[in-house]
């Protein structure tokens, strides 16, 4: 097929959320599409009724959206195509490539039984193939498939691909109750659509033969194909929930970064060289489907987290507290200061492998009432440090300059003048104001608490202290 404009398409069905193994199908064609200058459509396959719904439509289009995987037209929706889809059946009958059906299920699966029973392959046998059936009410559209010779396609990833259409029966093209079935209505639309090239799962493969037959009775020029291996999880099973998410949203929701997910899945069955880190547009350069292997792709969760901890350090302040804040609101902060948000988030930008993670990690600047960790209370918060936390928050009240360079000058001269290590009182400090053990580097937090938060939960740390010292008389 020559064509100078690239056409690829994705096709959701909308039964449940979008999952790494189509955003990668996603990912592939709109990567394709943008490097050739050409167009990537969304469609959405929603005429399986009894399981299709809106949530999960909407789930597919945040999906993608959030991952930044823009398309140029749609989202079109199948179940409303039904006219297409019949003007192509129609099409195939007055041609003579297709014919009515009239045998019963109960029929069909007594035949397919004495089949079996003789050895044969189950298929249908053609019982109505040169009746010259008019449409009734029980009727089916069955192709006219060939009896002899071979449906052979080139797999752009896998290469030559041949079978033999003995093994092919006549597929049902309309129901009974007149809706297409998928077979008929995915070649219809592709046509329509002017599809270029089929970037899918290797679980279509089975489906290309069936599809193709359908294109050359139709007398249209074939798409190519290109079939991307599985993926498969680190113990080399097919991907599933047993591996841990497998939706996209869950993994937005638990924090990750659209740029790393989609950098994940790139590299799913695609390499270039020995690069793993690539820029959105590098992977639109460079992506070619000569280089997706034919192996299935392993999906690992702590790789990812490693990128994702990588995608954050390199990531603009102003973009991570655009995302931070609302997942500090959901964790039941309010009345958030911008400012201070952006200020905790630098604080926090080289520890934190997830957003999630970096919003609990700025708790303590914003909540005002939290625990003490168990283990820091009992081995810091202790009768023989009093002394110097009311001593250090004399001093500390007393500062005119509460930066980072004026702490460092309070505390210098407070331990020379006390001939004590910083170590003795920095974690207790550490514990008093955070609540936690390990923390952002103490001056930084104390300057970004301010000096009215530090005093108030030294003064906290030292009624706790006390309490407990007379609990234990």
Known sequence: MSSEKIVTRFPPSPTGYLHIGGARTALFNWLFARQKGGTFILRIEDTDKARSTDEATQAILDSLEWLGLDWDEGPYFQSQRAQLHDAYVER??????????????????????????????????GKCRELGLNPGANTVVRLKSPKTGKTVFNDLI???????????????????????????????DDIDMGVTYIIRGDDHVNNTP??????????????????????????????????????????????????????ALARLGWSYGD????????LIE?????????????????????????????????????????????????????????????????????LVEMAEGALFYFQDEFPYEEKGDRKFLKPNILGHLQDIR????????????????????????????????????????????????????????????????????????????????
Do not use: W
């Open 158 to 188: 896998k290469g030559t691909i041949s079978i033999d259409n003995t093994e092919l029966d006549d597929l049902v093209l309309r129901r009974s109750d007149g809706s297409p079935t998928y077979h008929l209505a995915v070649v219809a």
């Open 92 to 125: 195939l009958l007055s041609a003579g490539k297709a014919y009515h059906c009239q045998c019963t299920p109960e029929e069909l699966k007594k035949r397919r039984e004495d089949a079996r029973a003789k050895g044969l392959k189950p298929k249908y046998d």
């Open 275 to 282: 690069q793993e880190k690539f820029t959105i547009q590098e």
């Open 286 to 354: 460079k992506f070619s489907l000569g280089n997706v292997g034919k192996s299935p792709g392993i999906f690992n969760t702590e790789k990812l987290l490693d990128l994702n901890a990588q995608y954050i350090r390199e990531s603009e302040n102003s973009d991570l507290t655009e995302s931070v804040v609302p997942l500090l609101e959901g964790l039941g902060c309010s009345n958030l200061d911008t400012e201070k948000v952006a200020q905790a988030v630098e604080t926090l930008k080289m520890r934190s492998r997830t």
């Open 394 to 473: 004399e001093r500390l009240k007393s500062a005119e300059d509460f930066s980072i360079k004026g702490l460092e000058d309070v505390f210098r001269v407070f331990l020379e003048e006390q001939q004590v290590k910083l170590g003795k009182i920095a974690q207790p400090i550490r514990v008093a104001l955070t609540g936690r053990t390990a923390s952002p580097g103490l001056f930084e937090v104390m300057e970004i608490l301010g000096k009215e938060k530090v005093l108030a939960r030294l003064d906290k740390a030292v009624t706790h202290i006390k309490k407990k010292s007379d609990e234990q008389k």
């Open 210 to 263: 069936r599809q193709i037959l359908i294109y050359q009775a139709l007398e249209e020029a074939l798409p190519f194909y290109a079939h991307v291996p599985m993926i498969l999880g680190p113990d080399k099973a097919r991907l599933s929930k047993r591996h841990g998410a497998t939706s996209v949203l869950a993994y937005r929701d638990m924090g990750y970064l659209p740029h790393a997910l989609l950098n």
